[in-house]
């Protein structure tokens, strides 16, 4: 049974700082690997989906690297700013239209 | 870009009562999904479903709730009978039956308050 684990619960940061959110999972039988953002009761926006066969996915201020033989994932965010506070979830994909497993994920609070 | 939408976005209903929560897939997709997250916690797996067949259910998915596929483009969540513990924000999800499962397309949830 997969699980996910994210570390840090929460993280506070001043504006400005680069930080890494970190994201482990117990089967590396993955098919991607992906994280969203999720602000206080709304929904989840996909942030970046990396393959298991990639090692690095960026989009702007955001870079996700996947280690899936250590069963490890980070999220680097550069240049933190007020509005990237969120709760950030890591989710695997085992790929099959099987379930996804989601992580309780990083709860973020950037001040400015 | 195609989406997936959920209505409503806020359902409140009384402890015994029957609730629909309704999602529009993504039109060419063929997998769908429901998870829920009840407040603080995970995200978790509900069910899956393709071609008119439950794929995979998971524990919490008892016969208090069902799903289904009513006509070619609404997928569906059905609880029999709430109860306090169902209040959660509920995600619909699909997916593109080209590759293999690569994505799952997420809307943007129903918080069910159940009273």
């Known amino acids: 049974k997969q699980e996910v684990t994210q570390i840090p619960a929460a993280l506070s940061v001043p504006e400005g700082e680069n930080l890494v959110l970190n994201c482990s999972f117990t089967?590396?039988?993955?098919?991607?690997l992906q994280w969203f953002r999720q602000d206080p009761g709304k929904g989840l926006t996909s942030l970046l989906l990396?393959?298991?066969?990639?090692r690095e996915q960026t989009s702007g201020r955001l870079n996700a690297s996947l280690d899936k033989s250590s069963g490890r994932s980070t999220l680097y965010i550069a240049a933190s700013q007020p509005g990237d506070s969120a709760t950030y979830l890591c989710?695997?994909?085992?790929?099959?239209?099987?379930?996804?497993?989601f992580g309780i994920g990083t709860k973020l609070q950037v001040i400015p | 870009e195609p989406e997936v939408t959920q209505t409503p976005s806020h359902q409140v209903t009384q402890m015994g009562q029957e609730v629909i929560l309704r999602c529009v897939p993504i039109?060419?997709?063929?997998?769908f999904y429901w998870y829920r997250q009840i407040l603080g916690q995970k995200v978790e797996f509900l069910v899956s479903?393709?071609?008119?067949?439950?794929?995979?259910k998971s524990e919490i998915f008892d016969d208090q709730f069902s799903v289904e596929r009513p006509d070619g483009s609404n997928f569906t969540l059905k609880i029999r009978s709430t109860k306090l513990e169902d209040s959660a924000m509920y995600f619909c999800?699909?997916?593109?039956?080209?590759?293999?499962?690569?994505?799952?397309?997420f809307g943007p949830g129903t918080r069910l308050t159940v009273t």
């Open positions: 989710a695997v994909n085992p790929g099959g239209y099987q379930k996804v497993t």
């Open positions: 990396i393959q298991s066969s990639q």
């Open positions: 039109s060419n997709h063929l997998y």
């Open positions: 479903f393709y071609n008119n067949e439950i794929s995979e």
């Open positions: 999800a699909s997916t593109d039956p080209r590759g293999n499962g690569d994505e799952q397309y």
């Open positions: 089967d590396s039988a993955i098919y991607n």
